[in-house]
């Protein structure tokens, strides 16, 4: 499906675009990773806990539903900011534009570079870089999937406004 054939976002495109495009990313990641901490035997509450851990520290963790919360709020944050970096370079890279599956794959892998070779080293360098097998496997697959999601509601086209 090319950007013309589908629905229009309405008049207020662009920030809605973002926040649509934003909330999908984080909810399809956090399927992801609840997901994968339920078949670990890990508590989803804990990886939530683990991201307020950026603005908490350590207290974050004996946090309990607050600090969950916090972590939940700070990783649609970062999904909706990641989004907006997806439309920034859709915007000047005309690769992007073209079939919004193959720019989300593109983003989605960029993401994966940039949390497991910058982000994830820069926090914790004793354990990453590293490639996990089919956990790494399943990691970059969640990032593309989140790198679809961004280019999926971000390439629908805008509807035209009022003259």
Do not use: N
């Amino acid at each position: 499906m090319t950007d013309a054939e589908r629905p229009s976002m309405g008049a207020d495109w662009p920030l809605r675009a973002l926040l649509v495009a934003g909330i999908a990313g984080a909810l399809v990641d956090a399927v992801y990773f609840c997901g994968k901490a339920l078949l670990t035997g890990d508590s989803p509450a804990a990886i939530l806990r683990s991201i307020a851990a950026f603005w908490l520290g350590k207290d974050a963790f004996s946090g309990g539903l607050p600090s969950a919360a916090l972590g939940a709020a700070t990783h649609v944050g970062l999904a909706i900011l990641m989004a907006a970096g997806f439309q920034a370079a859709r915007l000047r890279i005309a690769f992007l534009r073209r079939k919004f599956v193959a720019g989300g794959l593109a983003y989605g892998l960029f993401l994966y570079l940039l949390m497991y070779l910058v982000v994830l080293p820069a926090r914790w360098p004793q354990l990453y870089p590293r490639f996990d097998g089919w956990g790494s496997v399943q990691d970059i697959a969640a990032h593309l999937a989140v790198g679809v999601c961004f280019a999926y509601f971000l390439s629908r086209p805008r509807a035209p406004g009022p003259a």
